[in-house]
Structure formats: C-alpha cells, structure tokens
C-alpha cells in the first residue's frame, strides 16, 4: 500500500506531465484517498511508542496525508476536496492531537534540535504536523467557510 501510494504521490506531483483525464481520475479517487485518511489518522499516534516505530498502518497515514496535500495544491482538486465532509475538522482535530502526543512523550512530529552524537533523530513521522497545517491552509485557501471554521 505504502508503495502505491508513493507511485500515486509521484504521478500527482509532476503537474507537468499529467492529462486532463488522469486529473479527473485522480479526482475521482480524491474522496476514496479522504476517506481512507480520516479513519487511519489516529494510527499515526502510536507512532510516539518506540516499538511502533514501523508501523504499516502509520506510514500508510503519512503518504496519504503527503498525497492529499499535494492534490490540494491543484486548483483542478483543491475546490472539491475542500467542500468534502469532515476532511478539514479531521486535520484539525489530528493536529491537536499529535501536538498534544508531541508534549507528552519524545516529540517525534517535528523537527527537533536533538543530536546524538553528530545524528540527527530521524522518524517516519518527522514533520507531520507540519504536513497537516499545509493541508489545512490549503483547505482554507479562497473559502471563507472553512476559514470560520478553523
């Protein structure tokens, strides 16, 4: 799945090479990707246990978070994903959550200023807060609904 979604990231990231009808396809699976992101979200937040660390329902999260960005970056997807129905209250919630997970245990959502030795701490995580405020702004560009909402 991980992989899939990675080719799907790809594809949608190279606007340039991209027709119309893959762009109706990719809207098309836009609300499946949706979908599939608000019900997988919270497995992201068992990624603050160390023993979680690889956690395939966890990375499947953050690529569709990465994918959901990236189509929300399109004019063509974003007016569509930003009218679906609980997308935005989803990311807000989730980035609440995870700012919360990032509080109570080692802040694995950020970048952090941690070294050991002259490593910096990577995790599969790493910057997914900042994944789901891109959304969110992406969500609220140009809909003054959505702004009042967040």
């Keep these: 799945r991980v992989t899939l979604l990675e080719l799907m990231m790809a594809e949608v990231s190279d606007k340039n090479s991209v027709t119309s009808e893959e762009m109706n396809v990719f809207v098309r699976h836009a609300d499946f990707l949706a ?8 497995a992201v937040l068992k990624l603050t246990a160390a023993a979680d660390a690889e956690d395939e329902e966890a990375l499947v999260t953050i690529r569709l ?9 399109n004019n063509s997807q974003l007016e569509h994903l930003q009218a679906f129905p609980g ?6 919630d989730t980035l609440r959550l ?3 997970a990032g509080k109570q245990a ?5 970048a952090t200023h941690a070294v050991t030795g ?5 995790h599969p995580a790493m910057g997914f807060k900042s994944h789901l405020i891109r959304l969110i702004g992406n ?3 140009k809909n003054k609904e959505n702004q009042d909402k967040v």
């Design 35 to 42: 979908v599939c992101f608000q019900e997988k979200c919270g």
């Design 65 to 73: 978070l990465d994918i959901l960005c990236e189509m929300t970056s």
């Design 87 to 92: 997308l935005l209250e989803t990311a807000v």
């Design 98 to 100: 995870t700012h919360l």
């Design 106 to 110: 080692v802040n694995i959502f950020t």
């Design 118 to 122: 002259q490593e910096e701490i990577s």
């Design 139 to 141: 969500l609220c560009y």
